[in-house]
C-alpha cells in the first residue's frame, strides 16, 4: 500500500531555538523526512533563529550533521539531503531584545503560509509574541507552535495562555503533543467512530475496566536536573496520558474538527474525579551494579521525584461510572511497551461451565512498538474431548495487514508539523483543555507534597514497585505483562 501525500502550500518556517535539542532530533529530521516524500512545496523555506552565531552554511552543516544521526534510514540519501539544506536559512537572533529582529523581518516572506515555532523554554514564549508583532512578523494569519511543558500547574499554564492570548488567536496557537500526532492513536478514533462494532460496547456496562501503560526501558540521565523538577505525573500523566484517556473515553463528535474534537475531550477531563491517595503509587528505580539510581541520575540523593507512577482514575458520567481506569507509566521499566487494554466483562452467564475457566475480550491498542491493534477471543480449542476454551488473538499488525509502508508511516512530529502548515488544529491542545488537566493534577501533586510522600523504589528491567500490582489486585484485577 503506497501512502498519499496530500500536497500543502508552501510555508516560511521559523524555529526559534533551532540549534536546540528538540529543533536537532525531531523538528528537522521530520522536516527532511517530509521533503523526501515530496511534501516540502518548492519555494518552501525553514529558518533557523538562535542566540549562537552562525552563518546559513555552518548552520545547514549542523542540522545536515543532526538529520543524519537522528534521521534513520531516509537521512542516508546523500544527495536529496544536500537539496534539503539549501531550503535552511539562519539568524541570530535576541529572543528579549532587539538583535537579529529586522533581519528576520526581511527574510519572512509575507505571501506564504507563516509559522513560528517556539522551540524554547516557556520564558520566553512572552517575549518571542511581544516581538513577532513589534516587528510585523506577525499577523491573523500567522500560526505558532508551542511545545510542552506548557506550566508546570494552573496557574502557570493560565499565565502562558493569557501572555500567548494577548498576541494570538486561539485558532493560531499550536500546542503540541507528540502523543496525540502517533499514527496508532488517530486510529484508536478511526476504530471506535469508523465501525459500529465497537461503540454499543464501549461503556461501563459492557467494560470492566482500561488499562493505560506507557512503559521506558530509558532513564532520566542527560536530562535529570529538569526532570526531576517535573517527575512522572507532570512529565507524562497530565499530558500523553492524559490525552490518551480522552481518546479512549470521550463521547462520538459530531464532525472531525477541532473543536468538535476538543469539546468532547474537555468533556472527559471535566468528569474526571480526584484521585484519592491510596490510588496513587509512585516509584523510583534503583541502582544496579552497572547503572545509577534515579537519585544519582537527578543528582539529588533525597530526592522525592517518580520515575514511575501508576493512578486509578474514574470519570463521572453516564457513560463510564463505574469503570475505572488504571494509569501506568514509568522509566527504567522491563520493556518499551505502550498500549492500552480495554478488558470487557465476563459472558453474563457461564454456560461451559467451571472447568472452562475465566475468558474475557480484551481489545489492546499498541502504540508502541509494533504498531497495531488486537481482539483477544474465546474459541473452542480443536479437538475432541469436550468444550475446552481458549483465546486467541484476532490480530491486526499494521505492517501485516497493510504492508511495509504501514509500519513507517510518518512519525508524530512529521505529522503535527504538516498539520501546522494546513491549518488543521485537531491534533492540538486547546488553550482550557490544558488547564483542565492542570486543575485535575494540581491536586495530586500538592497532596504528594504535603503527604511528604516518599516514592517506592523499583528494580531496573521490573513493571515498577509491587504496590502498583496490589493498586489492581485489591479490585480483583491484575496489569498486563509489560513486554514488547
Ligand atoms: C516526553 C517526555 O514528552 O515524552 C519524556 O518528556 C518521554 O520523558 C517522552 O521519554 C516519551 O515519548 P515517546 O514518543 O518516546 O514515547
Same mark, same amino acid.
Given at each position: 500500500m503506497v501512502s498519499r501525500v496530500i500536497p500543502v502550500d508552501s510555508f516560511d518556517l521559523v524555529i526559534f531555538g533551532g540549534t536546540g535539542d528538540l529543533a536537532r532530533r525531531k523538528i528537522f529530521p521530520a522536516l527532511y523526512r517530509r521533503f523526501i516524500s515530496g511534501q516540502m512545496p518548492e519555494g518552501s523555506r525553514i529558518i533557523g533563529a538562535?542566540?549562537?552565531?552562525?552563518?546559513?552554511?555552518?548552520?545547514?552543516?549542523?542540522?545536515?550533521?543532526?538529520?543524519?544521526?537522528?534521521?534513520?534510514? /531516509?537521512?542516508?540519501?546523500? &544527495?536529496? +539531503?544536500? !537539496?534539503? %539544506?539549501? @531550503?535552511?536559512? #539562519? =539568524?541570530?537572533?535576541?529572543?528579549?531584545?532587539?538583535?537579529?529582529?529586522?533581519?528576520?523581518?526581511?527574510?519572512?516572506?509575507?505571501?506564504?503560509?507563516?509559522?513560528?515555532?517556539?522551540?524554547?523554554?516557556?520564558?520566553?514564549?512572552?517575549?518571542?509574541?511581544?516581538?513577532?508583532?513589534?516587528?510585523?512578523?506577525?499577523?491573523?494569519?500567522?500560526?505558532?507552535?508551542?511545545?510542552?511543558?506548557?506550566?508546570?500547574?494552573?496557574?502557570?499554564?493560565?499565565?502562558?495562555?493569557?501572555?500567548?492570548?494577548?498576541?494570538?488567536?486561539?485558532?493560531?496557537?499550536?500546542?503540541?503533543?507528540?502523543?496525540?500526532?502517533?499514527?496508532?492513536?488517530?486510529?484508536?478514533? /478511526?476504530?471506535?467512530?469508523? &465501525?459500529? +462494532?465497537? !461503540?454499543? %460496547?464501549? @461503556?461501563?456496562? #459492557? =467494560?470492566?475496566?482500561?488499562?493505560?501503560?506507557?512503559?521506558?526501558?530509558?532513564?532520566?540521565?542527560?536530562?535529570?536536573?529538569?526532570?526531576?523538577?517535573?517527575?512522572?505525573?507532570?512529565?507524562?500523566?497530565?499530558?500523553?496520558?492524559?490525552?490518551?484517556?480522552?481518546?479512549?473515553?470521550?463521547?462520538?463528535?459530531?464532525?472531525?474538527?477541532?473543536?468538535?474534537?476538543?469539546?468532547?475531550?474537555?468533556?472527559?477531563?471535566?468528569?474526571?474525579?480526584?484521585?484519592?491517595?491510596?490510588?496513587?503509587?509512585?516509584?523510583?528505580?534503583?541502582?544496579?551494579?552497572?547503572?545509577?539510581?534515579?537519585?544519582?541520575?537527578?543528582?539529588?540523593?533525597?530526592?522525592?521525584?517518580?520515575?514511575?507512577?501508576?493512578?486509578?482514575?474514574?470519570?463521572?458520567?453516564?457513560?463510564?461510572?463505574?469503570?475505572p481506569f488504571y494509569l501506568r507509566t514509568g522509566k527504567k521499566l522491563k520493556a518499551r511497551a505502550s498500549e492500552i487494554a480495554v478488558v470487557f466483562k465476563d459472558a453474563p452467564h457461564a454456560i461451559f461451565g467451571q472447568e472452562a475457566g475465566r475468558h474475557r475480550n480484551i481489545l489492546i491498542i499498541r502504540l508502541q512498538p509494533n504498531e497495531g491493534m488486537t481482539l483477544g477471543v474465546t474459541i473452542k480449542e480443536p479437538g475432541p474431548g469436550g468444550m475446552r476454551l481458549v483465546d486467541v488473538p484476532l490480530d491486526m499488525t499494521f505492517a501485516d495487514a497493510l504492508g511495509p509502508e504501514a509500519a513507517e508511516a510518518p512519525d508524530a512530529y512529521e505529522r503535527l508539523i504538516m498539520d501546522v502548515v494546513r491549518g488543521d488544529q485537531t491534533l492540538f491542545m486547546r488553550g482550557d483543555e490544558v488547564e483542565a488537566a492542570w486543575k485535575w493534577t494540581d491536586p495530586i501533586v500538592q497532596g504528594i507534597a504535603e503527604r511528604h510522600d516518599v516514592p517506592k523504589p523499583y528494580k531496573v528491567g521490573t513493571s515498577g514497585p509491587d504496590d502498583a500490582n496490589l493498586l489492581l489486585k485489591r479490585d480483583g484485577r491484575e496489569w498486563r505483562e509489560i513486554r514488547e
Open positions: 538562535a542566540r549562537s552565531d552562525h552563518n546559513a552554511l555552518e548552520f545547514r552543516a549542523l542540522i545536515g550533521q543532526a538529520i543524519r544521526e537522528f534521521g534513520g534510514a /531516509a537521512a542516508q540519501i546523500d &544527495n536529496k +539531503l544536500k !537539496e534539503f %539544506l539549501d @531550503n535552511l536559512d #539562519y =539568524v541570530t537572533i535576541d529572543a528579549k531584545g532587539t538583535n537579529g529582529w529586522s533581519e528576520l523581518a526581511g527574510m519572512v516572506r509575507k505571501d506564504l503560509v507563516n509559522a513560528f515555532y517556539f522551540s524554547v523554554a516557556p520564558s520566553l514564549f512572552g517575549p518571542l509574541a511581544e516581538r513577532l508583532h513589534a516587528h510585523n512578523l506577525a499577523d491573523q494569519t500567522s500560526r505558532i507552535v508551542v511545545e510542552k511543558p506548557f506550566g508546570r500547574d494552573l496557574k502557570s499554564a493560565k499565565e502562558l495562555n493569557a501572555i500567548l492570548a494577548l498576541h494570538f488567536d486561539e485558532e493560531q496557537i499550536y500546542r503540541i503533543d507528540h502523543y496525540l500526532g502517533k499514527e496508532t492513536v488517530q486510529n484508536l478514533m /478511526a476504530v471506535r467512530f469508523g &465501525n459500529i +462494532l465497537f !461503540e454499543p %460496547l464501549w @461503556n461501563s456496562q #459492557y =467494560v470492566d475496566h482500561i488499562q493505560i501503560t506507557v512503559a521506558e526501558t530509558v532513564g532520566v540521565g542527560g536530562r535529570g536536573g529538569y526532570y526531576d523538577k517535573s517527575g512522572a505525573i507532570r512529565d507524562m500523566i497530565q499530558n500523553h496520558l492524559m490525552q490518551l484517556l480522552c481518546l479512549i473515553a470521550m463521547e462520538p463528535p459530531s464532525r472531525f474538527d477541532p473543536n468538535s474534537v476538543r469539546d468532547e475531550k474537555l468533556k472527559v477531563i471535566r468528569a474526571l474525579e480526584p484521585v484519592v491517595p491510596h490510588h496513587i503509587v509512585r516509584g523510583q528505580y534503583d541502582a544496579t551494579q552497572t547503572e545509577p539510581s534515579y537519585r544519582d541520575d537527578a543528582g539529588d540523593p533525597k530526592s522525592r521525584t517518580e520515575s514511575f507512577v501508576a493512578l486509578k482514575c474514574e470519570i463521572s458520567n453516564w457513560r463510564w461510572a463505574g469503570t
